[in-house]
């Protein structure tokens, strides 16, 4: 009897702790959102540009090291518009080589590639990296923080003012919103894929050439999400006292892409818990409609224009997200197109919409552009349209 006794408290023990593991699980993967730590928050769906949460969001905050996510954004606009290219030199000057804080101790008149330089940033946050890659780019870092400041205006990020290029600063003149966070996040991960493969780096040797002669340096990331959390492709930790602990974390699964923007965590394990729990839960609530359209439209007929017909293409694919459990199954697409096109129009200009909607409401819609442009017709031209009619 007290053999089946103890058989029976074990299995009720056993029972007990791995529903209590599982319950605990159960938090991080489903946890409402309102039990992040951090003040100010919020989370974003990249590819739509859909708010799923936030918290304070627009509260002016010190972005300490997420400050470099701005600094990579005109890193890589630079290089897509080719006045600068990965395997050039960069060489660090006395001042971005006395950089405090986070750093990776390159010496004045060391020489590194930009594309290193990128993964100095990207991967351990060095401020030296940042400051020597802003004087590349822009001759000083004061000048690259005015591109900083331009580029901020422009994507609307009307709540930030840079004063540097790393973060290093506590000025109160240095400032962003976990919003703004996350419009540059979006705007560098969406028009610049290529930086997930540094954001997503673990560790990594560099080599340093000195006077003193060659050494290696390990460069360890930041973002300690890449070994907690399955999913995650980067983006950019910060802390100083002022900030306290910042991050930009970015995840995909199932196509979608997501940004999870906590500033002013209490300690850096509370940033990291609270991206998770807004990850998990953007993922756990979202569906996403896409429709790549790839389907080729019929060419429309034009009036008064120096061709008869003109092709016609979508602009883009189309994306729907949808957080509030609604079914995507029945969404339409209709075709809204004049029937003849009047000229005169150039190329890319809008000739009408694909239209998608879900239970007869419009969710949204993607222009439909001419291929080709097509001048006004006048008399010699349709002199010369009779012309080959009977010619032909």
């Given at each position: 009897?007290?053999?089946?006794?103890?058989?029976?408290c074990?299995?009720?023990?056993?029972f007990?702790?791995?529903?209590?593991?599982?319950?605990?699980?159960?938090?991080d993967?489903?946890?409402?959102?309102a039990?992040?730590?951090?003040?100010?928050?919020?989370?974003l769906?990249?590819?739509?540009g859909?708010v799923?949460?936030e918290?304070?969001?627009?509260?002016?905050r010190?972005p300490a090291?997420?400050?470099?996510i701005?600094?990579?954004?005109?890193?890589?606009?630079?290089?897509d518009?080719g006045?600068?290219?990965?395997?050039d030199p960069?060489?660090?000057?006395?001042?971005?080589?006395?950089?405090?804080?986070s750093?990776?101790f390159?010496?004045?008149?060391e020489?590194?590639?930009l594309?290193t330089m990128i993964?100095c940033?990207a991967?351990?946050?060095?401020n030296?990296?940042s400051?020597a890659?802003a004087?590349y780019?822009?001759g000083s870092?004061?000048?690259?923080v005015?591109?900083?400041?331009?580029?901020?205006a422009?994507l609307?990020?009307?709540?930030?003012?840079?004063e540097?290029?790393?973060g290093l600063?506590?000025s109160?003149g240095?400032y962003?919103t976990?919003m703004d966070?996350?419009v540059m996040?979006r705007?560098l991960?969406?028009?610049?894929?290529k930086?997930?493969e540094?954001?997503g780096?673990?560790?990594?040797?560099?080599?340093h050439e000195?006077?003193?002669g060659s050494?290696?340096?390990?460069l360890n990331?930041?973002?300690?999400?890449?070994?907690?959390?399955?999913?995650?492709?980067?983006?950019?930790?910060?802390?100083?006292?002022?900030?306290k602990?910042c991050?930009?974390?970015?995840?995909?699964?199932?196509?979608i892409?997501?940004?999870a923007?906590?500033?002013?965590a209490?300690?850096?394990?509370?940033?990291?818990?609270?991206?998770?729990?807004l990850?998990?839960?953007?993922?756990?609530?979202?569906?996403?409609?896409?429709?790549?359209?790839?389907?080729?439209?019929?060419?429309?007929?034009?009036?008064?224009?120096?061709?008869?017909?003109?092709?016609?293409?979508?602009?883009s694919?189309?994306?729907?997200?949808?957080?509030?459990?609604?079914?995507?199954?029945?969404?339409?697409k209709?075709?809204?197109?004049p029937e003849?096109a009047?000229?005169?129009?150039?190329?890319?200009?809008?000739?009408?919409?694909a239209?998608?909607?879900?239970?007869?409401?419009?969710?949204?819609s993607?222009?439909i552009l001419?291929?080709?442009a097509?001048?006004?017709?006048?008399?010699?031209?349709?002199?010369?349209?009779?012309m080959e009619?009977?010619?032909?």
């Amino acid at each position: 009897m007290q053999k089946i006794r103890k058989y029976i408290c074990t299995w009720i023990l056993l029972f007990s702790v791995s529903m209590q593991v599982f319950w605990w699980s159960e938090i991080d993967v489903c946890a409402e959102p309102a039990a992040i730590e951090a003040p100010s928050a919020v989370l974003l769906e990249s590819s739509t540009g859909k708010v799923i949460f936030e918290q304070n969001a627009r509260e002016r905050r010190s972005p300490a090291s997420i400050t470099k996510i701005m600094t990579l954004l005109l890193t890589f606009e630079a290089l897509d518009q080719g006045k600068i290219k990965l395997e050039d030199p960069v060489t660090v000057s006395a001042y971005a080589s006395s950089m405090g804080g986070s750093q990776v101790f390159l010496a004045e008149n060391e020489v590194q590639t930009l594309e290193t330089m990128i993964k100095c940033i990207a991967v351990a946050s060095g401020n030296d990296a940042s400051v020597a890659v802003a004087e590349y780019i822009a001759g000083s870092e004061e000048a690259f923080v005015e591109q900083m400041n331009a580029k901020a205006a422009e994507l609307g990020m009307t709540d930030t003012h840079f004063e540097d290029c790393c973060g290093l600063t506590d000025s109160d003149g240095h400032y962003t919103t976990a919003m703004d966070v996350a419009v540059m996040s979006r705007e560098l991960t969406v028009k610049y894929p290529k930086i997930f493969e540094y954001t997503g780096i673990w560790m990594e040797d560099i080599t340093h050439e000195t006077r003193q002669g060659s050494s290696k340096f390990t460069l360890n990331s930041t973002n300690k999400l890449l070994k907690q959390y399955p999913f995650t492709t980067g983006l950019k930790t910060g802390s100083t006292s002022k900030a306290k602990f910042c991050l930009s974390a970015t995840a995909t699964k199932d196509g979608i892409d997501l940004i999870a923007v906590i500033m002013g965590a209490p300690d850096y394990k509370a940033r990291f818990k609270d991206a998770r729990t807004l990850l998990s839960y953007g993922f756990n609530i979202s569906d996403l409609y896409l429709d790549e359209n790839t389907d080729i439209l019929p060419n429309m007929r034009v009036q008064g224009g120096v061709e008869d017909t003109v092709p016609v293409k979508y602009q883009s694919e189309f994306r729907y997200l949808d957080t509030e459990g609604n079914s995507l199954d029945g969404v339409e697409k209709r075709i809204e197109l004049p029937e003849i096109a009047m000229a005169p129009f150039a190329e890319g200009d809008t000739a009408g919409r694909a239209v998608y909607l879900r239970n007869g409401v419009e969710i949204g819609s993607v222009p439909i552009l001419y291929e080709n442009a097509v001048a006004k017709a006048f008399y010699k031209d349709y002199l010369r349209k009779i012309m080959e009619f009977y010619l032909l």
